[in-house]
């Protein structure tokens, strides 16, 4: 049953003795509402407790115990002898009434500022929770050693010494930069220090962190185009201009850079295995790009998200292994070899600038978990981790080599697979003509994910393709995965 109040005045309150909100929050609800949208003016005077008490149907008790809330936050103000009365100072009488649906307010058009405008444009996204089959950048989570996994969780969190359940180093745990300046000089070549390395939530934090950190407003940044996506809004969002860089067989094109755009403060790379091309940056360019950025005093960002899948010979080293006049960022992350709930990354930075880069962390939020810290730490010394990126790897490459063969054989004329020696996805092109973005709603409507060429791009790509992920789809489900997205794709084109 709901209880009005029959005054003239406090037709706005309602009582539902049916509701899971306690009689006392109603009322307070109530009462603040009326005050703030002026329905109750200021210095109009309450009803008396006896008074609204007997009106509502309620305990004097409860309506007294209202009343001193709203005189202890200074909504009402009570005079001897005479009353409880809406403050005076308030002047609330001029204040526009809220208009409602049911209890919620309508949205007021209010005007956001212009480094609003990239976030709102931004095409960076994520699946939150399940996601669809050739969602790119899924690992084989159906495959990932959980129990041992909450082995090393556990042992953390019952580790005697106890600030691993406080907020952890600023830089990151000391324990966890042993084992990635170990992990990065035997798989990627790199010469590095552990205190040079600062623990992030992902590649993400550190792409803001480096902005945050070096670029000003006005700022050019040479940028892979197509490339990462949340990278290049993030530089976009901190006012530089980002001037984007065509790909051709060795990567970047440096020449077209050059001859086109302003010098560079900075430049964003990923010279393993490009994203979302794929293409492997030769060892001629990599050095051509670093004698550029030495003799222009720019920096390098080199995001290494997934350099560990390579199928054919060794992974190859680093852009920052060849980096003799530390200009490279080196940007790596868990979420690709382990899982993206992790929410672990790194960045090799100068060591001058560590301090800098540890106090920005912390101003964004510290982000990481010391006992997640502890328990990958352990894991990697313990032989786990490599032991996990051997096994991954020799499965994602059944699986990319199931997924090219399923496309060629059931999407001819629809989607052709381009090959691939390293990663977690695949190119697949669509004929001329045909819209990427459209293609990638109507296969998601059917329950298939991918990514559409097109949200890489500044501009729209010379061709229309498709972007699939491989490495989290069994090889059992493959072929009616591929069949139906023929089926979807011919029924629609």
């Not at 200021?42 to 004097?60: F, H, I």
């Not at 009343?67 to 609330?92: D, F, I, N, P």
């Not at 403060?265 to 050095?287: C, D, E, K, N, V």
């Not at 459209?438 to 729209?460: E, F, K, N, T, W």
């Amino acid at each position: 049953m709901v209880k009005r109040s029959g005054g003239a005045l406090l037709r706005g309150i309602y009582i539902d003795r049916q509701s899971a909100v306690p009689i006392y929050r109603q009322l307070d609800a109530a009462l603040r509402r009326l005050i703030l949208d002026g329905t109750l003016r200021s210095s109009q005077k309450l009803p008396s407790t006896r008074e609204l008490a007997s009106d509502l149907g309620v305990s004097r008790i409860t309506v007294k115990s209202v009343y001193e809330q709203l005189l202890a936050e200074g909504y009402v103000q009570a005079k001897t002898g005479s009353g409880t009365y809406v403050t005076e100072a308030l002047k609330l009488e001029q204040t526009p009434k809220l208009t409602r649906k049911k209890g919620a307010i309508l949205d007021r058009n209010v005007p956001l500022p212009p480094r609003a405008a990239p976030i709102l444009s931004s095409h960076a996204s994520a699946r939150h929770g399940a996601t669809d089959p050739f969602r790119p950048g899924v690992p084989a989570l159906d495959l990932f050693p959980v129990k041992l996994w909450n082995k090393f969780v556990q042992e953390a969190s019952f580790d005697a010494d106890r600030h691993y359940l406080s907020y952890g180093e600023v830089q990151g745990s000391e324990a966890l930069r042993n084992s990635i300046a170990k992990h990065l000089t035997d798989a990627r070549g790199l010469d590095v220090e552990p205190d040079e390395i600062v623990i992030t939530s992902g590649a993400q934090q550190a792409f803001v962190l480096i902005a945050l950190v070096l670029l000003s407003r006005g700022d050019t940044v040479w940028y892979e185009n197509p490339g990462h996506i949340a990278g290049r809004d993030i530089m976009q969002m901190m006012g530089a201009r980002v001037a984007p860089v065509p790909i051709d067989a060795e990567g970047m094109d440096l020449e077209f850079a050059v001859r086109q755009h302003p010098k560079p403060r900075m430049i964003f790379t990923t010279p393993s295995h490009q994203q979302p091309l794929g293409t492997t940056m030769s060892l001629a360019r990599r050095l051509a790009l670093l004698d550029y950025a030495k003799m222009n005093d720019a920096w390098i960002i080199e995001d290494d998200y997934d350099s560990e899948f390579r199928y054919r010979g060794r992974p190859l080293p680093a852009l920052s292994a060849l980096d003799s006049e530390r200009r490279v960022f080196y940007v790596g992350t868990f979420s690709k070899s382990m899982f993206a709930a992790i929410r672990l990354g790194y960045v090799v930075v100068p060591r001058n600038m560590v301090e800098t880069f540890a106090r920005a962390k912390t101003l964004l939020g510290q982000g990481t978990s010391a006992v997640t810290e502890k328990a990958m730490s352990d894991f990697m010394e313990n032989g786990r981790f490599v032991e996990h990126i051997r096994r991954m790897r020799r499965i994602y490459r059944e699986r990319r080599d199931r997924l090219f063969e399923c496309l060629v054989r059931d999407c001819d004329g629809l989607l052709t697979p381009q090959p691939t020696d390293a990663g977690m996805h695949m190119l697949a092109w669509l004929p001329r003509g045909m819209d990427d973005q459209a293609a990638h709603r109507i296969l998601l409507d059917d329950g298939i994910d991918s990514l559409p060429l097109s949200v890489y791009s500044i501009g729209a790509p010379d061709r229309a393709a498709l972007v699939l992920g491989f490495s989290g789809v069994s090889e059992k489900k493959t072929p009616r995965l591929v069949k139906r997205m023929s089926e979807t794709l011919r029924t629609h084109f």
